[in-house]
């Protein structure tokens, strides 16, 4: 079992651009949340994805945007990057009817300039 | 709202001292407690979990035990190494496992 992957591992972009993350979910698990990770601070929830629909969103702007494919992976893109993007963006799965424990990828550092 | 509120770091032990890292919540609800560590580099790695008042979690010597009267599910452990540095966070999931909510996390240095 792989576990969550994500890709790619680095990434540098500049402001105004645009940016696509992606992660694959842990065998078995049906549903992926995005978190973005600010340096010395605790993740912070971006949104959730199952059966390939937005399920929730937290506090993020319409910038960040998602999709889940037919095969339970998952995109994040990022439209109009700012300064303040530049974060560890982590990827979590989990398997909708099997409670709410969250397997965690190694996440994706984007560093915007 | 929900919250996950844990203590300031940075923490310093030396080897084989007793460790404890207080996390205190607030919920809508029944929420599921957990700790989540981070060793540098690394994606978040779950250490234990709690899913009902009263209940101990525990995994390779660390425990916490969900308490409802006080709100609070502070990591324990009797003896520190020098591999348990690392950045530990305490996390919340609502109800609905719908969305995590972390706390800030506190950074943990052993030395020998």
């Known amino acids: 079992d792989a576990g969550v992957t994500q890709s790619p591992t680095h990434l540098i972009k500049t402001r105004g651009q645009q940016v696509t993350l992606r992660c694959s979910p842990k065998s078995g698990h049906d549903t992926v949340s995005w978190y973005q990770q600010a340096l010395g601070q605790g993740p912070q929830f971006i949104f959730q994805y199952y059966e390939e629909e937005e399920r929730q969103r937290g506090n993020f702007p319409d910038r960040f945007s998602g999709h889940q494919f037919p095969n339970y992976s998952s995109e994040l893109n990022v439209n109009a990057l700012l300064l303040g993007d530049s974060a560890l963006y982590l990827c979590?799965?989990?398997?909708?009817?099997?409670?709410?424990?969250?397997?965690f990828g190694p996440g994706t550092r984007l560093t915007v300039l | 709202g929900n919250s996950v509120t844990q203590m300031e770091g940075p923490v310093t032990l030396s080897e084989e001292a007793f460790l404890t890292i207080n996390c205190t919540y607030t919920a809508t609800g029944y929420p599921s407690l957990f700790w989540y560590v981070q060793y540098p580099g690394e994606g978040l790695q779950l250490l234990l979990k709690?899913?009902?008042?009263?209940d101990k979690g525990s995994n390779k010597g660390f425990e916490a035990t969900y308490r409802k009267e006080t709100t609070s599910f502070h990591l324990e452990k009797g003896s520190v190494q020098v591999s348990d540095s690392a950045v530990y966070f305490c996390a919340l999931s609502t109800a609905t496992g719908n969305q995590f909510y972390f706390g800030t996390g506190t950074s943990l240095t052993v030395i020998p």
């Open positions: 709690a899913t009902k008042a009263d």
């Open positions: 979590a799965s989990s398997w909708l009817a099997g409670g709410n424990e969250q397997f």
